[in-house]
């Protein structure tokens, strides 16, 4: 989405440069930080649409800058850089307010897709009823339609859908979904999730065992991903 200004922050210098030369190509207004500090500074001041934040950094680390942006109330999404096998990093990355990570080495291709996938998303206005291949949801009146046919959801199924529609295209921590959808004051367990979860499948998915929509992330927890909208 061109015209769109990224944070880029990324300690190791060819790394920045490439991203910086490759979105600046594509028509983006970069702002390059290669530590913390900086970083954290442009993000507070310079009001950027989209965050791009390696974790470990000298001085002020990723996480550090994610709590405070969002402490201070700004809400644009935040996409890691986290290194392979660091499920714990980015569970703390997601749970400090990251909307979502991309394991190095990555593909420059995927990376805009996900880019992109948040610029479009914080665009568009919230809306009463959100579309995905077949399905409409109705957030208002609480109904999913398959084919304009009415399927019946239990609560806990409007509940978790409407919360994955809200935080769609977003790696979302198990216990972040907990509590989202089942609160903090009834006694849950990952199974449960995990069943909400899979009779959703059935009622959303073309082929609830190898779903499109509604992607497991390993050792993580899950990730919406309704398509281009
Ligand atoms: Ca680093």
Redesign the pocket.
């Known amino acids: 989405m061109s015209g769109a200004r990224i944070l880029i922050v990324?300690?190791?210098p060819a790394l920045l440069r490439g991203l910086k030369d490759a979105f600046v190509a594509k028509g983006f207004d970069v702002l390059p930080a290669q530590d913390g500090e900086t970083g954290l500074a442009y993000a507070l001041s310079r009001n950027p649409h989209l965050i791009l934040l390696?974790i470990?950094?000298p001085r002020v680390n990723g996480y550090e800058i994610c709590r405070a942006v969002r402490e201070r109330g700004l809400e644009m999404p935040i996409l890691m850089l986290t290194a392979k096998g660091q499920e714990e990093d980015i569970i703390l990355g997601l749970n400090l307010g990251a909307d979502d990570y991309i394991v190095k080495p990555f593909r420059l291709g995927e990376l805009t897709a996900r880019v992109n996938a948040f610029l479009r998303r914080s665009k568009s206005k919230p809306a009463g009823s959100f579309r995905f291949g077949d399905c409409e949801l109705d957030l208002d009146a609480h109904k999913l339609y398959r084919d304009a046919a009415e399927v019946e959801l239990t609560a806990k199924e409007f509940k978790l859908l409407a919360y994955f529609v809200s935080r769609r295209d977003c790696a979302l921590a198990r216990n972040d979904v907990l509590d989202a959808v089942w609160g903090n004051s009834v006694i849950v367990t990952p199974r449960s999730i995990d069943r909400c979860v899979a009779t959703l499948r059935a009622k959303i998915e073309p082929d609830p065992r190898n779903p499109r929509y509604i992607q497991t992330i390993r050792d993580i927890g899950y990730r919406f991903e309704p398509g281009v909208e």
Do not use: A, S
Request: proline share 0%; net charge negative.
């Open positions: 990324e300690d190791e390696d470990m950094l």
